[in-house]
């Protein structure tokens, strides 16, 4: 009986790990999921490291194979080392168009010694201008980190290596715009951005440094496929049930909760919701939502 109570107990406990955060997805290969799609010479793929070159002939990208409407993606990525000032390494999801959607991972580079800053922003109906800046607990470039996004009818989630960062919630019920009606890719890449990525563009990139370079693995991708047709009723509504929209999902959990409240506490450098330079009448969504 013993054996049987520690095996009932186990199930348990896979069951609400499955419905907090989805079934298990093995990693794929990254030719299964994504392409270069950009200079394809500084898109290098060694066994399962795939790797993007900067240099100053060119930066690179990739992006999925597919759209998608809501679901989880997934990333390990190592991120540039010694002296990246002046380079932004992105990890993010968006549609196409000017109206497009967009959910930004932006990694700003830093000189050798000083922390690189995650930089978040999110794009709804072509308007973006929700900058969050954060730094890291640890040094993003010795080790490989997960970076998700979690993306559902109720919410978008930020996610280091499962940690909530940031959470913007579906504020429609308030007049808020919410993407939630536009298939998106993932993409990533690497550019050149020292016209403002390190210290307002004050430290510029030092090419004696280059090649730059990203290396990502354990390429995940557990969301809603889009076909061809640009059909969105499997996606959105309809008789099939995804685990993104069962309740458990809707909310941070207890300990999430904390995780966020302590990201933001100790490591949280700028969020616009309190920038009243930029914005003299505070945005309407940071008026309702305290972990935007």
Sequence with gaps: MVGMDWFKCVMIMMMVWVLICGEAVSAAKFEELYRSSWAMDHCVN?????????????????????KYLFGKVSIQIKLVEGDSAGTVTAFYMSSDGPNHNEFDFEFLGNSTGEPYL????????????????????FDPT??????????????VVFMVDETPIRV???LEDKGIPFAKDQAMGVYSSIWNADDWATQGGLVKTDWSHA??????????????????????????????KFWWDEPTVSELSLH??????????????????FDATRFPVTPLECQHHRHL
């Design 46 to 66: 060694e066994g399962e490291v795939t790797k993007l070159k900067l240099d100053n002939f060119s930066g690179a990208g990739f992006e999925s194979r597919n």
């Design 118 to 137: 995650v930089q978040t922003n999110v794009y709804v109906n072509g308007v973006g201008n929700r900058e969050q800046r954060l730094g890291l607990w």
């Design 142 to 155: 010795t080790e490989f980190h997960t970076y998700s996004i979690l993306w559902s009818k109720r919410s």
């Design 168 to 170: 913007h919630k579906n």
């Design 211 to 240: 090649p730059f370079v990203a290396s990502y693995k354990e390429f995940q991708i557990d969301a809603c496929e889009i076909p061809m047709t640009s059909d969105l009723s499997k996606c959105n509504g309809g008789d099939q």
């Design 256 to 273: 999430q909760n904390h995780q966020l409240i302590w990201v933001r506490a100790n490591h949280m450098i700028y969020d616009y919701c």
